[in-house]
C-alpha cells in the first residue's frame, strides 16, 4: 500500500437525488454558474472483486484505505478499447491510477485483466503488485450510466443518470435493472479544500456515501448496503 501515498489526490463528494428533479442541474447551473465541460458520455465499467466481494466489504465497514477494481469505456461498443482503474481511497481524499488496454476483440479476456502478467501492465510490476498484491479478481458487476460535465472555477460537477446495472456473465443473458436517481459528484485537488466547502454550501441535497458498485450488488441482494 506505499504506493498509495505517492499519488495525486483529489477530493471527491457525492449526493443522490430522485430523477423526477430534473430541475437539480437547470438550479445549479444558474446558482452556481455552471459552464459546460465536456459532451455526455455513456460510461460503462465492469467492477472487479475477490470471490467473497472483498472490496464490497472494505466499502460498507467504512475501511479507510481501500482500492476499487474496473475495466472502463467511454462511448465504446466493445471493452477491447477501454481502461484498467485502481480507484484508490485514502482517508478523506481519492485518486487513480490509469492504464490503456486496447487488444484486438478475438483475445479479450475478462477474466484476466487484473492478472499480473497482463501486457498493459508491463514495465510496471512493481506498482501493479503493490496494487493488487496477490488478490485473484473477477469481474462481478457491470454498471452503465450517461454523464454530464461542468465545471465552477476548479471544481467539477458531474451529473451521472439513467444508470443501470447487471451482473456479469460472460454470456450477455444476466437480468439489467435500472437505478431511478442522478448521482452528483463534487471533485477538486485536495488543496481546493475551502472553495468546495463554499461551493456545497446552502446546496438543496445531502452529501451521502455512495458506490455503485456497492448500490449495484445490494440491488441484487449480494451485499446488505444503506
Keep these: 500500500m506505499n504506493i498509495i501515498k505517492n499519488l495525486k489526490r483529489r477530493i471527491e463528494i457525492k449526493m443522490k437525488a430522485k430523477s423526477d428533479n430534473l430541475n437539480i442541474l437547470e438550479w445549479l447551473k444558474s446558482k452556481k454558474k455552471l459552464n459546460r465541460l465536456y ?27 481501500r482500492i476499487k ?17 485502481f480507484k484508490i481511497k485514502n482517508n478523506k481524499f481519492n485518486s487513480k491510477k490509469i492504464y490503456p488496454y486496447n487488444v484486438e476483440i478475438d483475445k479479450l479476456n475478462f477474466d484476466n485483466i487484473f492478472n499480473l502478467n497482463n501486457l498493459a501492465f508491463k514495465n510496471h510490476a512493481h506498482e501493479i503488485l503493490g496494487l493488487i498484491g ?27 443518470r439513467e444508470v443501470h446495472f447487471q451482473m456479469y456473465n460472460n ?3 444476466q437480468m439489467k435493472v435500472k437505478d431511478n ?3 452528483i459528484e463534487i471533485k477538486a485537488d485536495e488543496s481546493k479544500l475551502n472553495s468546495v466547502t463554499n461551493f456545497i454550501d446552502h446546496l ?3 452529501i451521502s456515501r455512495n ?3 456497492v448500490s449495484g450488488l445490494a440491488i441484487f441482494k449480494k451485499v446488505s448496503y444503506i
Excluded: M
Design 211 to 213: 458506490s455503485k458498485y
Design 181 to 183: 436517481s442522478i448521482i
Design 171 to 173: 454470456l450477455g443473458n
Design 134 to 160: 496477490y488478490k485473484k479478481l473477477f469481474p462481478i458487476l457491470e454498471v452503465e450510466y450517461i454523464r454530464s460535465y461542468y465545471y465552477f472555477e476548479d471544481i467539477v460537477v458531474t451529473f451521472d
Design 69 to 85: 477494481y474496473r475495466l472502463r469505456k467511454y462511448n465504446e461498443n466493445n471493452y477491447n478499447n477501454a481502461f484498467i482503474e
Design 204 to 206: 438543496p441535497f445531502r
Design 39 to 65: 459532451k455526455d458520455r455513456k460510461i460503462n465499467s465492469i467492477y472487479y472483486d475477490t470471490f467473497d466481494l472483498g472490496t464490497a466489504k472494505d466499502n460498507i465497514d467504512g475501511l479507510p484505505i
